[in-house]
């Protein structure tokens, strides 16, 4: 059968399986596009033009999102990981920040929670107050 991809039909077959599969995502994407799956086999939206509607479907597309769901790590896009590094990173610093200012009840703050991760056990060092003396002499500052 021409068109045919292991163990899927091509042409009209595989879209009409593709519909009855995944409709609701198809429709929902044409809608977005001003088209309506109702008018399938008229002019105003032929089987050639649902087969390249189909074919280009970007990633965000609902049918994409359907036909091959998102890994954990595909879950969240590049700018929300990065606003989640900066506020991890931001709350570090605060609590860097109340340490070196006096306070030693300061405690290690819990990284944004990310969608598929664990929360992992901290540190065995995170939360540990280490005296400013101490801290010093390791590092060498307290030569005068």
Known sequence: MAGRVRDHCGGIFGLRDLILAHGEALENDLLRAGLRLDWLGTAALTWRDLRIFVKFSPKDSALHRMVHPPT???????????????????????????????????????PLPRPGVKASTPDKFVGKPVPMD????????NQN
């Open 134 to 141: 101490e801290m010093d002499a390791l590092l060498g500052w």
């Open 72 to 110: 954990m790590d595909e879950q969240w896009e590049l700018i929300p990981q990065l606003l989640a590094g900066m506020f991890d990173m931001q709350a570090v610093g605060n609590y860097l920040l109340q340490r070196l200012g006096g306070n030693d009840r300061a405690t290690y703050p819990d």
